[in-house]
């Protein structure tokens, strides 16, 4: 079974700053994908970025980032230059195949809310 | 591509009514999942289809839990004798089952059972 854990229940951030987000995972499978999503308080699910298992390379998209080390099974989110529109909850997720093929389930976890003061 | 809407935005039932929700995938998506998510947690997959085909169903999907999406088009998800407990947001996402922009979540539906 796949597991994902984010310790950070709430998160503060002065606006401009860069903020980590913590993930770690726990699965038997050698392919699967890390996810970010964003939750507004409108209830949408947006996808942020993306890293496969056997990607090499960082995710990087604008200025989200994911720094992705796969020995210690952490994938933590870094968002850089923080704005007020990111305050939001975040959450960590992963599916049990790489982008090639993926569709299969996501297990999330249990998320970070994220407040950003001006 | 409108994206993935759901219908209603939120629903207020007695307990005990029966309840059905709808969602409308992206059109060339041919994967289509729930989830349901309840206060300060995170969504929980309840089940998803390939085309019209139910290919995964969770343990959370009780017997009073029914999807489907006839000619793999829309899905509808229909909640029977509706507890306090299925009190919950609950998210469709849809997919093309490849590709890294995988899944495009909807609005989803707030449910409140009184």
């Known amino acids: 079974a796949q597991k994902i854990t984010q310790t950070q229940p709430g998160m503060f951030v002065q606006e401009k700053e860069a903020v980590t987000l913590d993930c770690t995972y726990d699965t038997s499978d050698q392919s699967y994908g890390l996810f970010w999503y964003k939750q507004p308080s409108s209830g949408e699910m947006i996808f942020l970025i993306y890293q496969g298992s056997y990607d090499e390379q960082n995710a990087t998209e604008g200025r989200y980032s994911l720094n992705f080390q796969k020995a210690r099974k952490s994938a933590n989110l870094v968002i850089s230059a923080s704005q007020l529109g990111d305050s939001a909850m975040y959450f960590c997720?992963?599916?049990?195949?790489?982008?090639?093929?993926?569709?299969?389930?996501?297990?999330f976890g249990e998320g970070t809310q994220l407040t950003v003061n001006p | 591509d409108t994206g993935v809407s759901q219908d209603p935005r939120h629903k207020i039932t007695k307990r005990g009514q029966n309840v059905t929700f709808r969602c409308d995938p992206i059109?060339?998506?041919?994967?289509l999942y729930w989830y349901r998510q309840t206060l300060g947690q995170g969504p929980e997959f309840l089940t998803y289809?390939?085309?019209?085909?139910?290919?995964?169903k969770s343990r959370l999907l009780s017997d009073r839990f029914s999807a489907e999406r006839p000619k793999g088009s829309f899905s509808t998800l229909e909640i029977q004798r509706t507890e306090q407990g299925d009190s919950a947001m609950y998210l469709c996402?849809?997919?093309?089952?490849?590709?890294?922009?995988?899944?495009?979540f909807g609005s989803g539906t707030r449910l409140t059972v009184v």
């Open positions: 996402a849809s997919s093309r089952g490849r590709g890294v922009d995988g899944y495009t």
């Open positions: 059109s060339e998506h041919n994967r």
């Open positions: 997720a992963m599916t049990k195949k790489s982008k090639e093929t993926s569709g299969s389930r996501l297990t």
């Open positions: 289809f390939q085309n019209e085909a139910q290919l995964e």
